[in-house]
């Protein structure tokens, strides 16, 4: 399989994610929708302890990295915006395709 060759158009969409400054703390996430730890853990692909840590205070605090504020933002993203995103989309964003 060739890679597919960027347009300016997909060139651009990169230029943009890569300068996005999409991120949502956990105490943010965990005030605006009713989640539990084990929830933001499993959007965040995290352990449950190391959610709780997040939420921590003292020596046992530990900061989210920024893939993890983006996984939280993207998650409130999906959420805030459900109704409005195709089916078609959505079914290609959380079950893609193997063979693509």
Not at 39 to 47: D, L, M, P, T, V
Not at 66 to 75: F, I
């Amino acid at each position: 399989m060739n890679p597919h060759q960027l347009k300016q158009r997909e060139q651009d969409l990169i230029q943009l994610y890569s300068y996005c400054q999409l991120g949502m703390t956990p105490k943010q996430f965990y005030s605006k929708w009713q989640v539990n730890y084990e929830e933001i853990a499993q959007i965040c692909s995290r352990s449950l302890s190391t959610v709780r840590r997040w939420f921590a205070r003292g020596k046992n605090y530990r900061r989210p990295m920024p893939t993890d504020l983006r996984h939280l933002a993207l998650m409130n993203f999906l959420l805030e915006h459900f109704e409005d995103i195709p089916e078609e989309l959505l079914h290609k964003l959380c079950f893609p395709d193997k063979s693509e």
